[in-house]
């Protein structure tokens, strides 16, 4: 995706306009700083320690094999040592190990991500099924101007956006961008900078982006909320652009970056603009993209008899 040569203007909350610096590429640190998750609980007994897989040292679930002397693997890696044994080259055939699978019934783990705050204890089997949607367990990094690997908790990944990848990073619940772009016709997929929103004691993501749908060239801005599905439903936005008389409004909830940047892009959930509407709202000749989106946060009220926020108080 192309973030070079594109400008973004901003104000946030009165503020005055400053220019947002932008970042090749090349200019992201090579060596990405991940937030270390604790390893599971490290095996206790030697019951666990049969459980432990010799090849990829995972747990092992059902089906688990064994060879003619009794070493066990995985299933995932039977199919990687061509039917041989890791341990004493034997032809492994398809023996299960029912003893060792009867064990594992029997007991309750916990939550890999304990560590991590999850206090949750599981039976053997349903333990590798929670794990994929426990609450607790680590984000994706947001940024979506080149790919991330790293992973972590939000405090983590709000120091991360900051340092590595140098995003504008504001506190207030409204905000007024200006986007800009020279020659925009000549731009078929392209990153702005990522802005990001800290209010609520919550972190919000404000994407903008171009790229074709369908045949068509638009323009797409839409916001992500920094924790979890249940916990952005608490939240609503609203987006608005305009210019020459007209305006497009958009209001929704702000998407988990539990979605990926593009799962939003690709759901269209969010302002869509047609380039040459886009052009209409900059003015001039339409040579040049100057285009002013708006928008605020605001937290549903769960009591009706609670006061609405006032926008610029609710940081």
């Not at 200019?27 to 007994?45: E, S, Y």
């Not at 070493?71 to 995932?76: A, D, E, M, Q």
């Not at 039917?83 to 032809?91: A, V």
């Not at 998407?255 to 959930?269: A, E, N, Y």
Request: aromatic share 10%.
């Amino acid at each position: 995706m192309d973030i070079d040569s594109i400008e973004c203007v901003s104000s946030v909350d009165g503020l005055e306009e400053e220019e947002i610096p932008h970042l090749d590429n090349h200019q992201f640190p090579t060596k990405q700083k991940n937030n270390v998750v604790p390893p599971a609980i490290a095996p206790a007994t030697s019951v666990h320690e049969l459980l432990e897989c010799p090849v990829c040292t995972n747990s092992m679930y059902p089906p688990i094999h064994q060879c003619h002397n009794g070493h066990t693997l995985c299933s995932t890696c039977k199919a990687r040592v061509h039917n041989r044994c890791p341990t004493c080259r034997q032809e492994l055939g398809d023996i299960r190990c029912l003893a060792l699978e009867k064990v594992a019934e029997s007991l309750e783990l916990p939550c890999k991500y304990y560590s991590l705050g999850c206090p949750e204890i599981f039976p053997y089997y349903s333990k590798l099924k929670h794990e994929t949607v426990c609450n607790f367990r680590p984000y994706n990094c947001p940024y979506a101007g080149s790919e991330c690997s790293v992973i972590g908790d939000i405090p983590f990944l709000v120091n991360h956006l900051k340092d590595d990848h140098k995003v504008d990073m504001h506190t207030g619940c409204t905000f007024n961008h200006r986007y800009v772009k020279s020659n925009p016709r000549e731009v078929e997929n392209a990153t702005w900078m990522l802005t990001v929103f800290h209010c609520f004691g919550q972190y919000f993501c404000l994407h903008f982006e171009a790229f074709q749908l369908g045949v068509a060239p638009v323009y797409m801005a839409f916001l992500r909320f920094m924790g979890d599905e249940n916990d952005a439903r608490n939240y609503s936005y609203s987006l608005e652009v305009g210019g020459n008389g007209r305006k497009l409004i958009w209001e929704g909830t702000p998407r988990s970056i539990r979605d990926s940047h593009r799962k939003v892009r690709d759901s269209h959930d969010g302002l869509i603009i047609q380039r040459n509407m886009a052009l209409f709202f900059s003015g001039g000749e339409r040579k040049e993209l100057k285009l002013r989106v708006t928008g605020r946060i605001w937290k549903e009220q769960q009591n009706p008899d609670v006061a609405p926020c006032i926008p610029n108080l609710c940081s």
